[in-house]
């Protein structure tokens, strides 16, 4: 391993400055999980790292020493990924390392701070319960002292899962972008954004806790809902958050968008939303498709009829289909497209998101373009197979 790596993970280990280390980008496709982080928490009253590994469908948990940790932190590096991005009470690096014996370490201010490292099992939260804050106050979901209402809390936890997966991806966001010093805003447009509970707990989470500078834009057709959002944002003193009255479909005001989020948005307007950020090429989007209802009226095969001939069956299908094949559109423009749980299914039954990233330390051209080819031979053959004609497919 290159020394000067060794040297900062030994030290920030040791030292107990390490907050979080975050390891990703495979080197090997053959590796059971995708993403290993490391935190330090107090067990017992001993100091020790927490290792949690990312599988596809689940997340398991190792408590380590300080030795331990610093081993596998220094394995994870030569054998299993080529990315590492670690923060400390002094600053956050990220290293780049496709050879571990020549890593590229990247410095920058920090941005994260040591919280209270007593493990238990109650939901720790980017947005907590007890402490109010200002948004969630105005929208109704907290009381004036920081305590949720009753009837609100699925939306509560709702938003602070969608939190997380903003600050999973961070990390492929244009690092020039978003600093107080760079004098370039980050540009988010929320599609569909409705009353804006996720528009401001994004505003909140990245200019308040995060301290970045945001342009952020909600779009919605409904006048009034505008107006209100408007006025909440101005009233909160939220610079850098506004709401427009319009459609997905003809907004066209910008060039350039660093992340859209489209949740919830009706049918084809989802396919509009993921359109538009295709074509700004947005480094990150997130999207719940909701309403899937273009494909039922057209899918047809002979061999499944007795399965189609059931409108449930032929419902849940075509919905399956139609966010099926939008991802493999979005994998054939370039984007690593994976489908989570956004929210419990008891606060909303649409609960799959749409995670798309562009990976900054990126596969080869040669190995990006094979699976750009293979994303689009599976859509032509998917569409074939079931004789439809997505509205996703006019992207070129």
């Known amino acids: 391993m290159d020394p000067k790596l060794l040297s900062l993970l030994s030290d920030a280990i040791r030292e107990e400055t390490l907050i979080q280390a975050v390891f990703s980008g495979l080197r090997k496709?053959?590796?059971p999980y995708r993403k290993v982080t490391v935190k330090p928490v107090i067990l017992r009253d001993s100091y020790l790292y927490?290792?949690?590994?990312?599988?596809?469908?689940?997340?398991?948990?190792?408590?380590?020493?300080?030795?331990?940790?610093?081993?596998?932190?220094?394995?994870?590096?030569?054998?299993?990924?080529k990315q590492a991005n670690l923060f400390t009470g002094a600053a956050d690096y990220q290293v780049l390392a496709n050879q571990p014996d020549k890593a590229r370490i990247l410095k920058r201010p920090p941005s994260k701070t040591m919280g209270p490292l007593s493990h238990n099992r109650e939901?720790?939260?980017?947005?907590?319960?007890?402490q109010p804050c200002d948004f969630l106050i105005r929208l109704g979901v907290m009381t004036a002292d920081g305590q949720v209402h009753t009837r609100h809390y699925g939306k509560f936890r709702q938003i602070n899962r969608f939190l997380e997966i903003v600050d999973d991806v961070m990390e492929y966001l244009p690092s020039a972008l978003g600093s107080e010093s760079s004098g370039q805003p980050l540009k988010i447009i929320d599609f569909g954004c409705g009353k804006a509970y996720l528009t401001f707990a994004l505003y909140y989470?990245?200019?308040?806790?995060?301290?970045?500078?945001?342009?952020?834009?909600?779009?919605?057709?409904?006048?009034?809902?505008?107006?209100?959002?408007?006025?909440?944002?101005?009233?909160?003193?939220?610079?850098?958050l506004r709401f427009q009255m319009g459609d997905i479909a003809d907004y066209d005001e910008t060039a350039r968008a660093d992340m859209v989020v489209t949740l919830h948005a009706c049918d084809t307007a989802t396919d509009f939303a993921l359109m538009k950020a295709v074509t700004w090429q947005a480094s990150v989007i997130l999207s719940v498709p909701c309403c899937q209802h273009e494909l039922f009226y057209q899918i047809e095969n002979n061999i499944n009829a007795a399965i189609l001939k059931q409108g449930i069956l032929k419902e849940r299908l075509s919905a399956i289909l139609t966010d099926g094949l939008r991802a493999l559109?979005?994998?054939?423009?370039?984007?690593?497209?994976?489908?989570?749980?956004?929210?419990?299914?008891?606060?909303?039954?649409?609960?799959?998101?749409?995670?798309?990233?562009?990976?900054?330390?990126g596969k080869s051209s040669a190995a990006r373009r094979r699976?750009?080819?293979?994303?689009?031979?599976?859509?032509?053959?998917?569409?074939?197979?079931?004789?439809?004609?997505?509205t996703i497919g006019a992207m070129k």
């Open 123 to 130: 939901k720790q939260y980017l947005i907590p319960e007890g």
């Open 329 to 361: 559109k979005l994998e054939e423009h370039g984007y690593d497209v994976s489908m989570i749980e956004f929210t419990s299914l008891e606060h909303t039954a649409k609960n799959i998101m749409l995670r798309c990233v562009r990976d900054p330390s």
């Open 50 to 81: 927490q290792a949690e590994y990312h599988f596809e469908k689940k997340v398991t948990h190792e408590n380590l020493d300080k030795e331990e940790c610093l081993s596998l932190c220094t394995e994870l590096m030569e054998r299993t990924f």
């Open 205 to 240: 989470y990245l200019k308040k806790q995060k301290n970045m500078n945001v342009d952020i834009v909600g779009l919605d057709l409904k006048e009034d809902v505008i107006d209100f959002c408007n006025t909440v944002a101005r009233d909160l003193d939220y610079r850098g």
């Open 29 to 31: 496709k053959s590796t």
């Open 371 to 390: 699976a750009m080819a293979r994303a689009a031979e599976d859509y032509r053959k998917l569409t074939e197979f079931w004789n439809v004609k997505p």
